[in-house]
Structures are given as structure tokens and as C-alpha cells.
């Protein structure tokens, strides 16, 4: 089992900054990919970045390219997203996940979830 626990969400002006934090409990946190998702009210869970075991490889969704940076520190367990020029559009609830599948896009394939954290940005 693994557990994962999200911080850092919170409110902010478009164009801001936040950085989320995603500290995990369990098992040999560098054996699982880690990943972000967001969710908004009404509309899909879908996929923000994800990042390998050794923290290597990144993914990222075409619509936070470029403006988010996904990381990992193995060390303490613990998988971060920094969101820098925030938009409200990117205004969710994000959940971090992991799985032993691979740094996939595909939320099906994350077996562990966190409780999420909402982000939330005013234009």
C-alpha cells in the first residue's frame, strides 16, 4: 500500500504561483511513477504531468507545458508540481497518484491516489 498525501493548493491571481506537494508513505517510494491530475467542477478528471521512478523521464499535458515543472526527491519521499503563470482555467482540484506501470497520461493505470488539494485562480 502506499499513501499519498497532497499540500500546498490555495488561492491565487492569475499569473501567480503555487507549488504543490505530494509526501508519500508505504513502500520504496522510487519503485512508482508519480503523476498529477486535476479535476474541475463538471468536467473530467485529466492529466497535468507525470515523472519516473528516477525522476528521468517527465510528461506533460500540452495545456501546463512549459508553465509547470513536475519533480520528485526520493529521498523524502515526496513528488512536487511548481505551477508558475497560472491561469483560472487552471482553477481544480489536483490529486497526485502512483503506479508501478510507468509515467503514463492514463488515470486508470494509477492504482494510489491522494485526497487532492484545491487550486484555485482569480482572474
Known amino acids: 500500500q502506499v499513501q499519498l498525501v497532497e499540500s500546498g493548493g490555495g488561492l491565487v491571481q492569475a499569473g501567480g504561483s503555487l507549488r504543490l506537494s505530494c509526501a508519500a508513505s508505504?513502500?520504496?517510494?522510487?519503485?512508482?511513477?508519480m503523476a498529477w491530475f486535476r479535476q474541475a467542477p463538471g468536467k473530467e478528471r485529466e492529466f497535468v504531468a507525470s515523472?519516473?521512478?528516477?525522476?528521468?523521464?517527465?510528461s506533460y499535458a500540452e495545456t501546463v507545458k512549459g508553465r509547470f515543472t513536475i519533480s520528485r526527491d526520493n529521498a523524502k519521499n515526496t513528488v512536487y508540481v511548481q505551477m508558475n503563470t497560472l491561469r483560472p482555467e487552471d482553477t481544480a482540484v489536483y490529486y497526485c497518484?502512483?503506479?508501478?506501470?510507468?509515467?503514463?497520461?492514463?488515470?486508470?493505470?494509477?492504482?494510489?491516489w491522494g485526497q487532492g488539494t484545491q487550486v484555485t485562480v482569480s482572474s
Open positions: 515523472i519516473s521512478g528516477s525522476g528521468v523521464l517527465r
Open positions: 508505504g513502500r520504496t517510494f522510487s519503485n512508482y511513477a
Open positions: 497518484a502512483a503506479t508501478t506501470q510507468g509515467y503514463k497520461a492514463i488515470a486508470s493505470l494509477y492504482g494510489y
